[in-house]
Every structure is written in structure tokens, then in C-alpha cells.
């Protein structure tokens, strides 16, 4: 058996296992060769990651021209559900999304849920507690959040059990600023 790293640079990216039923069946000549093998197909790999990415990264700048182009003209929360559900399902598969927006009273956020059905593409307003929740941490911080695993949170915030309960595993909460106010 031989094993030689795939390497681009000084990035490891793996390795090439090569084993043969034959015992001494390696020597320096076809190590020479396997070796040179193993540096084109780490240079393939890394092509396919990098073009990966950059369709990727072409994908979401496609996806942020056209909503430049149709959000300036939405005039209610309809309209940008109507373009913001349809574009961020594309960029990230089917999800759950809602705005979520101050009240007159600072104890109480009013979430709206964007639905699919496009003749209520809103759903009703749910009054949240924005104590004791992670949106109305992030609302009065005005941070964004990231959570990859949302059962480490829901024992913490109501909102967050909420959204577990629903089936949700994974969540990002993104301020909604104009200027310096959220």
C-alpha cells in the first residue's frame, strides 16, 4: 500500500490510496509516477472547488441584482414577500422566513410569516415577546445571528423553541436597518 498526499501549495486537500495484492509492488520509479498522478488529480479537486464556489458566488449576486431591481418597487410587505420568498428558497432550498417588526409597545415584536400560498403571501401578525427571545436580542442589539444547531438554543429563548418545535434545525436572524436604526 502507498499513500501520497493531495496537495495544491501548502493546502492538504487528501490523500491517494493505492494498494496492490503484490508485496514489494511499490519501488521509487512508480512512487515518482503516483506521485505526479496524486498533484494532477489534487489540481482537478481544487479546480472543481473553485469553480464551485464561484457559481456559487455568481448565483447569489445574480440573486441580489434582481431583488435590487424588484424590491425598490414593492409598496407593501406583500410585494417583498412576493420577491424575497421566491429568491432566498433559490439560494437556500425550501425555508422558513417571516420579518419581524417593532410595535409601539418596546415589550412586544410583531412577527409576519412569508407564506407560498401567493394570494396571502403574509400571514397574520403573531405578537412575540421580544424578552427572553433571541429575534428581540437581535432587534435590540442589532446583530445578526447564525445558529447551525437550534436544539443548543431552545431550552433558552421562546421563540427559538418555537421554531425547533416546527421542525426548524438551523437559523440566521438579520437585522432589517435603515441608516443606523433597526
Given at each position: 500500500?502507498?499513500a501520497l498526499p493531495l496537495r495544491v501549495g501548502d493546502r492538504s486537500l487528501g490523500a491517494l490510496d493505492v494498494q496492490s495484492e503484490q508485496a514489494g509492488a511499490f519501488d521509487e520509479s512508480n512512487t515518482e509516477v503516483l506521485q505526479a498522478m496524486a498533484d494532477q488529480i489534487a489540481v482537478a479537486l481544487f479546480n472543481a472547488e ?133
Amino acid at each position: 500500500e502507498i499513500a501520497l498526499p493531495l496537495r495544491v501549495g501548502d493546502r492538504s486537500l487528501g490523500a491517494l490510496d493505492v494498494q496492490s495484492e503484490q508485496a514489494g509492488a511499490f519501488d521509487e520509479s512508480n512512487t515518482e509516477v503516483l506521485q505526479a498522478m496524486a498533484d494532477q488529480i489534487a489540481v482537478a479537486l481544487f479546480n472543481a472547488e473553485t469553480f464551485q464556489r464561484s457559481e456559487r458566488q455568481t448565483n447569489a449576486m445574480a440573486l441580489l441584482n434582481e431583488l435590487s431591481r424588484n424590491l425598490p418597487t414593492a409598496t407593501s410587505l406583500e410585494d417583498v414577500a412576493r420577491t424575497v420568498l421566491p429568491s432566498v428558497n433559490r439560494l437556500v432550498g425550501q425555508s422558513y422566513q417571516a420579518i419581524v417588526q417593532k410595535t409601539a409597545n418596546p415589550q412586544i415584536l410583531a412577527l409576519r410569516e412569508f407564506t407560498s400560498n401567493p394570494d396571502q403571501p403574509v400571514g397574520d401578525s403573531e405578537p412575540i415577546q421580544a424578552e427572553g427571545s433571541l429575534i428581540g436580542e437581535c432587534v435590540a442589539r442589532g446583530t445578526t445571528h447564525y445558529s447551525t444547531d437550534l436544539s443548543e438554543l431552545a431550552d433558552r429563548f421562546s421563540d427559538v423553541a418555537s421554531f425547533y418545535q416546527r421542525g426548524l434545525r438551523s437559523s440566521v436572524i438579520l437585522p432589517l436597518r435603515v441608516g443606523e436604526r433597526v
